[in-house]
């Protein structure tokens, strides 16, 4: 039976490893957001890109990591290993950080948003398969939500560090993208010396062709209705280099845009444990419900707000709304997956969302530049309305997990 004490009061329960993935997330978020929270105003107001340019390099990134995710975490269930391909794709992330400021050309950026991309791709899979492989599944929706927490106190410091340095630094974005160097590269420190991945279930998990017709088959029913929810949800999931877009077009000056992604990540940060933790006691189901319905609500302000404080109302529902959706998610593909098939799940369920996301950030873009913001955050609204009319679809799939006992 599931322990009856509130996965959230049970955090010492958390193993050592999910803690430490959690801090390298932040590092890494640092590191990426101080650099992502001025990209969009970079291309837009220095290099002379578009908005359509943006939405295509922001989907390209997302798409070309997703894809990535497929493979590597195929590979992590046939090595029966997770911690080093983990490892290797944080560390190619951390290479590319240092193209972003000696970039002097779209062309640079492009390719070094493309590889970076790719590090995140390769990290992604076999990093959330370990979570699910070191966690007890009563406490599962507690661990991808610490971590997704973790995660966000990253992409809250790396705006915060933006501001500060742009101000400091009279707006030199590339001394600031110097700056975001650093953090990545102490994430890659703290993934090789402080994460142990559990040895004794490397040969229990091993499958010798995770991508062949018969392996797949294993995956069930009730976890394709989740990547398909998901897919029709991550349509109305745009890139957020569009809420720092409508923050500018009603008025916030350049320094201060990176406060959306504070604003946004301080919401998320204090939501994602909490809605992972209560899910373990009453199931996914209704946390995503309240989630779909408060981007509903996030994408009509950011539609019709006309003002900073509207804006930011905006950006705070969308923070909210990611809390509750983006670590049950990933609990929903743990819950649903055989253990020795979840790299290869959670590939599968980063591919389709991750061409779901290029389609997204694309129309966004080209709502964008033929209507305006308002078209952008409507045509989200009714992508989030189609998603939660199919919800009921997949909520076999989202019952509180209650399995035997497992080993951390």
């Given at each position: 039976m599931s322990n009856p004490i509130p996965s959230l009061f049970r955090w010492r329960e958390i193993p050592r490893s999910v803690w430490a993935l959690g801090f390298v997330s932040l590092f890494m978020d640092t590191s990426s957001e101080m650099i992502h929270a001025l990209l969009p105003l970079y291309l837009v107001g220095v290099l002379g890109a578009s908005t359509l340019t943006v939405g295509i390099i922001e989907g390209i990134a997302e798409a070309t990591s997703s894809i990535t995710k497929v493979f590597s975490g195929a590979l992590s269930d046939y090595l029966g290993h997770r911690k080093w391909l983990t490892a290797a794709g944080y560390g190619l992330a951390a290479l590319t950080k240092p193209a972003f400021p000696l970039a002097s050309g779209i062309s640079l950026v492009i390719a070094a948003r493309f590889v970076d991309r790719i590090g995140k791709g390769i990290r992604g899979a076999p990093r959330d398969a370990l979570v699910a492989d070191l966690t007890p599944a009563d406490l599962r929706g507690a661990a991808f939500g610490l971590r997704q927490s973790l995660d966000t106190v990253g992409a809250l410091l790396g705006p915060l560090l933006a501001i500060v340095f742009m101000a400091i630094l009279a707006d030199n974005f590339k001394a600031v993208f110097w700056i975001a160097v650093a953090p990545a590269f102490v994430a890659v420190a703290?993934?090789?010396?402080?994460?142990?991945?559990?040895?004794?279930?490397?040969?229990?998990?091993?499958?010798?062709?995770?991508?062949?017709?018969?392996?797949?088959?294993?995956?069930?029913?009730?976890?394709?209705?989740?990547?398909?929810?998901?897919?029709?949800?991550t349509l109305a999931r745009f890139s957020e280099a569009f809420l720092l877009l409508r923050a500018q077009s009603v008025g916030l000056t350049l320094t201060?845009?990176?406060?959306?992604?504070?604003?946004?990540?301080?919401?998320?940060?204090?939501?994602?444990?909490?809605?992972?933790?209560?899910?373990?006691?009453?199931?996914?189901?209704?946390?995503?419900?309240?989630?779909?319905?408060?981007?509903?609500?996030?994408?009509?302000?950011?539609?019709?707000?006309?003002?900073?404080?509207?804006?930011?109302?905006?950006?705070?529902?969308?923070?909210?709304?990611?809390?509750?959706?983006?670590?049950?998610?990933?609990?929903?593909?743990?819950?649903?997956?055989?253990?020795?098939?979840?790299?290869?799940?959670?590939?599968?369920?980063?591919?389709?969302?991750?061409?779901?996301?290029?389609?997204?950030?694309?129309?966004?873009?080209?709502?964008?530049?033929?209507?305006?913001?308002?078209?952008?955050?409507?045509?989200?609204?009714?992508?989030?309305?189609?998603?939660?009319?199919?919800?009921?679809f997949a909520r076999h799939a989202m019952t509180v997990p209650d399995p035997p006992a497992q080993s951390r």
């Open positions: 703290v993934v090789v010396f402080a994460v142990r991945e559990p040895e004794h279930l490397s040969a229990a998990r091993r499958v010798r062709a995770p991508l062949s017709r018969a392996e797949l088959s294993r995956l069930d029913a009730a976890y394709w209705a989740v990547v398909g929810v998901s897919a029709v949800f201060v845009v990176p406060i959306v992604m504070v604003v946004m990540n301080l919401v998320y940060t204090f939501s994602a444990w909490p809605a992972g933790a209560l899910s373990d006691t009453i199931g996914r189901y209704r946390l995503l419900v309240a989630g779909f319905a408060l981007l509903i609500v996030a994408d009509l302000v950011l539609a019709f707000g006309n003002n900073v404080w509207a804006v930011m109302i905006g950006v705070a529902l969308w923070g909210l709304h990611m809390g509750l959706t983006q670590g049950l998610l990933a609990a929903l593909v743990a819950d649903t997956a055989p253990a020795e098939l979840r790299g290869t799940a959670f590939g599968m369920f980063n591919l389709v969302s991750g061409v779901a996301l290029l389609a997204a950030s694309v129309i966004a873009g080209e709502l964008w530049d033929r209507i305006g913001p308002d078209g952008t955050f409507l045509a989200g609204a009714l992508f989030t309305l189609v998603a939660l009319a199919a919800l009921p």
